[in-house]
């Protein structure tokens, strides 16, 4: 083995080119948020594939010819000046890395030309340390034009790695598509092989970009939220866009998106918050759609972890997570008293379909307070000992009673979890060490009572008097937190589907249950509520229509 030597600066400098650009999409991630930061409002990005050949076009504030010599060289950047300025990122891009590294990894050409009457386009081609090689006049519009060919030919295992051509593809849409959420006013446009590939519209907000990167996602499924968040000596910003998990819930979890400062991130506590908070909200296995965008202080986030800038430190998670909480309980909650959308919609053939996504029931703004009387939601009759037919100022609903009471009492018990003591203690038998682990993490007392038989001194309190009291605590022995424990008490302990009710029943549901703090699901995802618009209901009876007196319809 040789003895330990410096490395040649051309290999370091090669090696650090790897790292930044390390596949096709990274090239389009790098060149796009260039062009981002540059102002820009269109941006266009052509691939040619086999070999790779990636061009990201931009009518941003553009180079004067000097900057444009300068832009490639080795960590040149505008965006730093001093060392302080490494703890106050404002831009997407600031290390002056990516123009270098591309400049090692292809053959690179940059073409710019500044906004203004008397500016002048210029093309230059540059060479393996960034530094032009030519430089020439062109015709061209106010913008920027990067050019990449021949990527990785000084690494031939990277090439050819890059020759995945399906899956880079993907990757280069998915990171277009991130930067489109976080920057959702600007217009994208693809080609690949001379072809057209995607086109993304702008928009005021997420809202509007959200469904053209999730096909078959209906916009009328989706609530934005926007709250301030006061943190230390300083305040940030969450903007939420929630799909409602009654409606819209994916099998994987390809839905959920955390955006920092105008960029997707990857914070794992953050993210394990979301699921945690939605888990009861979703069917079983179930994941949410969620973007979540936090405007952070620069001075309170560290981008300095990855190469990609993907992971980073936040401070304050805590005040994060607790504004997170606050805003989904807020969107959930507000979605039931909006007043039902006016938008025309087909007309609709089998009664069932009028439940149409944007139907909801209400008589206050989305501002109104939590904990203000319950809406105008009348108990008409029950159906089939199952239903409560419901009357609201826009039409009918139609709620199972057992999941409305199931998500009151659930949400009840995450308030106030009660154990008492019982009289007769409760003997159990052949129970695993799990089982009997899971009843003392919940708070009960069990006490070994002979061979293979447990004694249970405490029960929750909803479960006191029940005559079911052994079959429950087997119930929740089988659980694996104490959040499976309240979910099953709520069950077993809500009204039994075929338990006829009066009105007056009814209506101390309907009440209950309309403050509940995310009325959408039962705990375990079943959506609770069907709402009949009386718009709908109009368009299938053709109350449209002109019709004479004879049918009673003038005076």
């Not at 593809?169 to 959420?181: I, T, Y």
Request: proline fraction near 7%; glycine fraction near 6%.
């Amino acid at each position: 083995m040789a003895g330990i030597q410096s490395l040649p600066l051309d290999i370091v400098k090669l090696m650090a080119a790897g790292e930044v650009i390390d596949s096709p999409a990274a090239v389009v991630r790098e060149l796009a948020e260039n062009a981002i930061d540059a102002g820009a409002s269109r941006i266009i990005v052509t691939v040619r594939s086999q070999p790779w050949h990636i061009q990201v076009t931009d009518n941003g504030v553009g180079l004067s010819v000097a900057d444009l010599r300068q832009a490639a060289t080795s960590h040149s950047t505008s965006k730093l000046s001093a060392k302080a300025d490494l703890w106050n990122i404002r831009s997407l891009g600031f290390r002056g890395e990516a123009l270098h590294s591309l400049s090692r990894l292809s053959r690179l050409t940059l073409c710019s030309r500044p906004h203004g009457p008397e500016s002048s386009g210029f093309c230059l081609t540059c060479d393996r340390t960034g530094r032009p090689l030519n430089v020439t006049p062109m015709a061209m519009a106010p913008g920027t034009r990067v050019e990449v060919a021949d990527l990785f030919y000084p690494m031939p295992s990277r090439q050819s790695l890059a020759d995945a051509r399906q899956s880079q593809l993907r990757a280069m849409l998915q990171a277009v598509q991130h930067l489109a959420l976080c920057h959702p006013t600007l217009t994208w446009q693809g080609e690949l092989d001379e072809r057209p590939w995607f086109t993304l519209w702008p928009g005021q907000s997420a809202l509007h970009i959200l469904p053209q990167v999730m096909r078959r996602l209906p916009v009328t499924d989706l609530r934005e939220a926007r709250q301030t968040v006061d943190l230390p000596e300083a305040t940030g910003q969450l903007y939420l866009l929630l799909g409602l998990p009654d409606r819209c819930h994916r099998r994987r979890p390809d839905g959920l998106f955390v955006a920092l400062n105008g960029r997707l991130v990857q914070l794992p506590d953050l993210t394990e918050r979301l699921l945690a908070i939605l888990r009861r909200s979703l069917p079983r296995d179930r994941y949410p759609v969620v973007f979540l965008h936090l405007q952070a202080p620069p001075q309170q986030v560290d981008w300095h972890r990855a190469p990609d800038k993907s992971r980073v430190f936040l401070q304050h998670s805590d005040r994060w997570h607790e504004a997170i909480a606050a805003a989904i309980d807020d969107t959930l909650r507000a979605s039931q008293i909006e007043r039902p959308a006016a938008a025309g919609h087909q007309r609709l053939t089998q009664l069932l379909k009028l439940a149409e996504p944007d139907s909801r029931y209400g008589a206050t703004s989305p501002a109104a307070d939590s904990d203000a009387a319950p809406l105008a939601l009348r108990a008409i009759a029950q159906v089939h000992n199952r239903y409560i037919l419901a009357e609201h100022p826009a039409g009918l609903c139609l709620i199972e009673q057992h999941i409305a009471h199931e998500r009151v009492l659930y949400e009840e018990l995450c308030d106030r979890w009660e154990i008492v003591d019982l009289e007769t203690p409760i003997v159990l038998s052949d129970l695993t060490e799990a089982q009997v682990a899971q009843l003392q993490r919940i708070g009960l007392t069990v006490e070994a009572f002979g061979p293979q038989l447990w004694a249970v001194r405490t029960l929750p309190a909803p479960l006191q008097h029940r005559d079911d009291g052994d079959a429950a605590l087997r119930e929740l022995s089988l659980g694996g937190d104490l959040d499976s424990a309240l979910v099953a008490t709520a069950c077993r302990t809500a009204i039994r589907n075929g338990t006829p009710l009066e009105i007056t029943a009814m209506q101390q549901i309907l009440d209950a249950w309309q403050r509940a703090r995310k009325p959408q699901t039962c705990p375990h995802g079943r959506p609770i509520c069907l709402t009949l618009n009386e718009s709908s209901l109009a368009r299938y009876f053709r109350r449209s229509w002109v019709i004479g007196k004879s049918h009673g319809l003038e005076p």
